[in-house]
């Protein structure tokens, strides 16, 4: 009997091992379910987006969030005239009912005015039954404050804060308050009652994205189901690596789970590209057993073969692709981190479902026989070759005319490369929405009547906050931006609501700051000053992200910076400019800047590692020559198509680096294969391209279909990201039949000469791994 060599030891293993490898995915599947269960669903939080060391996160989160910040549930009310004692009336129900709920910080509407205004005049809180004494205490309010919520007499809202750090059941339920109180204030029937804001908003976001992972997954199925019935059905059990795959992507929810690792927007979109990316180590294990069996011998000899010569093709295939995903980590932004290692962690379920699970149940399928039946082989045989022959003819056309291909590519490249530097970000998370989602709708309506919400927030600390001077600066600087910037609508902060307590004017004394502070309602007070150290000035700056562009929101807050120091604070105070459009911005930056240091810390991170495994210049060059043709032309496409830059598509370039290495490398290992056996050059890339084309046809139609669920999807943003991967996916498939064959031949013909550079660069590594 011949002994065992080194490589198939694993292999036997598995064929020795079926019983013991199937409890274990067992057991490995039973607690990947009850983990998976401790998933929750975010929205984006601030930790998404900012490194929590990072002083940027500290000013927002701490100075600003967590002290000052809220956000609105907005009831908007249209009618002919909202300032009607019946519909003022109804307000003021659905105000007192609200202002009576946990969480709610302030209610503010006309109503209340109004209300206070009475107060003041006649000495009762109340609403007037006549129309004449509402239009006089109307002009009496506050002018500025009337202009944001009553733009004219047919609308107007009635604005519930509540505090940005609610969690998302928390805010759940205070807009389902917010709900039944509309409906028990009793309008009048003519007016018409919304529901908005920004809370309102991200509750939407959240209900859709649970639906829409769902059906994500469903419709990757159903369409991977019809690929591989389509290309892999020249094999027995075509639709077994679907189940192997899916099996891989369980595993990987119970890690999540097991790691508290949250699911959200964009990390949902990371199991399309796993179950594309994983499903091609079932297929080309299930493709390569079925090769050796159709050969005539033992299932078991299928087995040992098969994971002696394409499991390690396929781990170094793996561990490219991981390298590419592992690019990410150079991101500063976390989201963009936190899809990496979602990615890293599913590649290595999906290859450890395939390699053991996979083969083990091919292996349990065919054990009750020897030999497969010649009728089945022969069908086999013709199918394969009719998949392989468009492969083999697609190679041998570009090795003919491989200097017009290589010339042809490298053009479409470098403009591509080029254009790539034109397409604009996109972080505008309403644009990612499914854009007829009725609050969304409802959300644009609001802005389109009472202008945009964005904000800039000025936060100021001092030794004393409610020094008539430093609340003088306030009020005067607010007048100053209000007037001096365009893009500044208005200005809010303790100095304004102190002037409305004090007749138009601040007073000249500390003990009378302080006592209108005493006396001022806390929903307001605690709205804009944190003790007697700490305050807060919002400046509203309506729609700037939308009219101007990260670019132009940038300058402002640079301008705002410049104001300040010109205009001059008091001595012993600190100025620091934060807000949501602060840490936007920041990340709009991360991602425009970061996207090609990513690519190119990927690329020599490939270079590198597939330079140590096969100490072969040759080897650990041609792969990545071909990826640097794709993330080319990829970014043409962006450019041409009008797309623009997400923080998903922003990991384009290391989907690629993934995707397309692991084509090539599957390819390369073939043809090594064959060169070992015996075969010269040209026999050996036309017997891999014909023996494995097959296999990587099926294995990319699959990952297209696959990633094509992802145009399914109502959210913009993984809609997008689904047409991008699917031309990346094509892109990659083309080139490896084509760019990378014409590379690896052209090269092994030259292997004398490029070997004197193999030599020096290995001499070059030594060296410097004897200076470290």
């Not at 468009?390 to 005319?401: D, E, G, H, P, Q």
């Not at 496409?637 to 990991?651: C, E, F, H, S």
């Not at 290391?654 to 015996?678: D, N, P, Q, T, W």
């Not at 294995?699 to 145009?711: D, E, Q, R, W």
Request: charged residues 20%; glycine residues 8%; proline residues 4%.
């Amino acid at each position: 009997m011949r002994p065992i060599d080194r490589k198939e030891r694993l292999g036997c293993w598995i064929a020795k091992n079926p019983e013991l490898i199937l409890i274990a995915a067992v057991l490995l599947t039973l607690l990947s379910l009850h983990y998976a269960q401790q998933i929750e669903m975010h929205g984006m939080r601030t930790e998404d987006f900012v490194d929590k060391g990072s002083m940027l996160y500290q000013t927002y989160e701490h100075l600003f969030k967590e002290r000052f910040a809220t956000e609105s549930i907005t009831v908007v009310i249209e009618g002919d005239d909202v300032t009607a004692p019946d519909v003022l009336k109804a307000m003021d129900r659905l105000a007192v009912q609200m202002e009576s709920v946990p969480d709610v910080i302030s209610v503010t509407g006309i109503s209340q005015i109004i209300k206070s205004a009475a107060e003041r005049e006649i000495g009762r809180r109340c609403i007037p039954d006549e129309q004449s004494a509402i239009d006089t205490l109307l002009l009496k309010g506050d002018a500025r404050l009337l202009q944001n919520i009553l733009p004219d007499r047919r609308h107007t809202i009635l604005s519930i804060e509540i505090p940005l750090t609610l969690t998302e059941r928390e805010r759940e339920e205070v807009l389902r308050e917010t709900e039944r109180a509309v409906a028990m204030a009793e309008f009048p029937p003519a007016v018409g009652v919304i529901v908005t804001g920004n809370a309102a908003l991200g509750v939407a976001i959240k209900n859709e994205m649970s639906k829409s992972n769902a059906s994500l997954l469903g419709a990757s199925g159903v369409l991977m189901i019809l690929a591989l019935l389509l290309v892999f059905r020249h094999v027995n059990w075509p639709l077994l690596p679907l189940p192997i795959v899916f099996l891989g992507i369980i595993w990987t929810f119970g890690i999540m789970g097991l790691l508290h690792i949250p699911m959200t927007m964009i990390s949902m979109s990371a199991f399309p590209i796993l179950i594309g990316i994983g499903i091609d180590y079932a297929i080309q294990f299930h493709n390569r057993i079925e090769e050796e069996f159709s050969k005539g011998g033992s299932i078991k000899k299928a087995v040992v073969e098969t994971v002696a010569h394409t499991a390690p093709a396929v781990l170094i295939a793996m561990a490219i692709t991981a390298a590419g995903f592992f690019s990410l980590f150079t991101s500063s932004v976390p989201m963009i981190r936190e899809f990496g290692v979602l990615c890293l962690t599913g590649l290595i379920m999906c290859y450890i479902s395939a390699l053991f699970v996979g083969i083990t149940v091919l292996y349990a399928a065919e054990r009750s026989g020897n030999n497969r039946k010649r009728a089945d082989a022969s069908e086999s045989t013709v199918a394969e070759t009719a998949a392989g022959r468009a492969v083999r003819s697609t190679v041998r056309f570009s090795l003919r005319r491989g200097t017009l291909i290589i010339l042809l590519a490298l053009l479409l490249s470098l403009a591509g490369v080029y254009s790539d530097t034109l397409v604009p970000v996109d972080t505008d998370f309403k644009n990612y929405m499914p854009q007829d989602l009725p609050p969304l709708v409802q959300f644009r309506h609001l802005v389109d009547i009472f202008g945009g919400s964005d904000e800039l927030n000025i936060i100021l600390q001092g030794d004393d906050i409610t020094d008539p001077k430093m609340l003088e600066w306030m009020n005067e600087f607010g007048d100053y931006i209000t007037e001096s910037r365009q893009q500044v609508y208005y200005v809010n902060s303790i100095a304004g609501y102190m002037r409305m307590l004090n007749n138009g004017s601040i007073p000249d004394d500390v003990t009378s700051t302080r006592y209108l502070l005493s006396i001022m309602p806390s929903s307001m007070r605690d709205r804009y000053i944190d003790g007697h150290d700490t305050a807060v000035m919002d400046i509203n700056i309506g729609n700037a992200l939308r009219d101007l562009g990260e670019e132009g929101v940038d300058r402002l807050i640079k301008e705002m910076y410049k104001d300040v120091e010109w205009f001059g604070v008091p001595p012993g105070t600190s100025v620091v400019i934060t807000g949501n459009l602060v840490v936007m911005t920041t990340v709009i930056k991360a991602l425009t800047t970061g996207r090609t240091e990513m690519t190119l810390f990927g690329l020599v991170v490939i270079f590198f590692i597939l330079f140590l495994i096969y100490r072969d210049l040759i080897k650990a060059l041609v792969p990545v020559l071909p990826m640097l043709v794709v993330i080319g032309w990829m970014g043409g496409v962006m450019y041409v198509t009008g797309m623009k830059y997400t923080p998903l598509t922003a990991t384009l370039g290391a989907l690629i680096l993934g995707v397309g290495s692991e084509y090539s490398i599957l390819m390369m290992e073939r043809f090594y294969e064959e060169l070992k056996r015996g075969n010269d050059i040209d026999q050996a890339i036309s017997r891999a391209s014909s023996s494995i084309g097959s296999a990587l046809v099926a294995s990319g139609m699959t990952t297209v279909f696959g990633f094509g669920a992802l145009i399914t999807s109502p959210f913009v943003i993984t809609n997008n990201f689904g047409t991008v991967t699917v031309l990346a996916v094509i892109f990659a498939l083309i080139t490896t039949f084509t760019v990378f064959p014409v590379l690896l031949v052209r090269l092994e013909r030259e292997r004398g000469r490029v070997e004197r550079l193999n030599v020096m660069l290995i001499d070059v590594i030594k060296r410097c791994a004897g200076a470290v």
